[in-house]
C-alpha cells in the first residue's frame, strides 16, 4: 500500500496545510488535490472569473448542458430542503413574475447567444462577446432562478462595459 501523505504546501501561501484543505482535482480516481490550499485557490477563482466572465459562462452552459438532470435533482431537493425558502421564493416568483427558474429552452437560447457572438467575430473580424448571462455567483447549481439578460456585443464594448443590446446593434 502506497504511503498517504497528510500534509501539503500550498503553493502560493507556502503553508504547510493539511492534506484536507486542498481541493480534490477531480480527473481519474479523483486522488490529486489543487497545489493552491483551499483559501488561495479560492481567491484564485475569483479573480478568475472576474477577469474571464466570458469564459465562466461558457464553463457554465457546458456543466448546465451535461448536467440537467443533476441540477434538476438538485433542485428538488433544496426545495424539500428549505420548505420556507421555497415558499418566500414562490412568493417572490408571484410577486415579480420577472425572476423565473431557468427552463432548457432558455439554456437553448444561451447557445443561440454564444453561436451568434461566434459567426459575428467571423464575419465582422471584430471579436464579439456575450454580456453577462448566468449571474456570475458559484452557487449557480441549484441558485439560477433569474431570467437570463443576453445580448451579443462587440468585444472591446464589453470590456468598456457599454451599454449596447444585440437588438440595437447595426
Ligand atoms: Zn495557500
Given at each position: 500500500m502506497a504511503v498517504e501523505k497528510f500534509t501539503k504546501v500550498c503553493t502560493k501561501c507556502g503553508i504547510e496545510k493539511s492534506i484536507d484543505d486542498f481541493q480534490l482535482n477531480g480527473g481519474?480516481?479523483?486522488?490529486y488535490r489543487k497545489s493552491r490550499c483551499k483559501p488561495c485557490f479560492e481567491e484564485y477563482r475569483k479573480q478568475w472569473c472576474k477577469l474571464n466572465p466570458a469564459k465562466v459562462a461558457s464553463i457554465k452552459l457546458r456543466w448546465i448542458n451535461k448536467n440537467q438532470e443533476k441540477m434538476q435533482s438538485c433542485r428538488k431537493n433544496w426545495d424539500k430542503n428549505n420548505p420556507e425558502k421555497l415558499r418566500q421564493k414562490t412568493r417572490k416568483y408571484q410577486a415579480s413574475k420577472k425572476c423565473a427558474a431557468p427552463s432548457w429552452a432558455k439554456v437553448e437560447k444561451m447557445q443561440e447567444f454564444y453561436l451568434m457572438a461566434e459567426k459575428l467575430t467571423k464575419e465582422t473580424g471584430t471579436p464579439h462577446e456575450v454580456d453577462h448571462?448566468?449571474?456570475?455567483?458559484?452557487?449557480?447549481?441549484?441558485?439560477?432562478?433569474c431570467e437570463f439578460n443576453l445580448s451579443v456585443i462587440p468585444r472591446n464594448i464589453n470590456r468598456s462595459k457599454g451599454n449596447l443590446r444585440w437588438p440595437d446593434m447595426p
Open positions: 481519474k480516481d479523483n486522488k448571462l448566468v449571474p456570475l455567483v458559484s452557487d449557480f447549481v441549484c441558485g439560477l432562478h
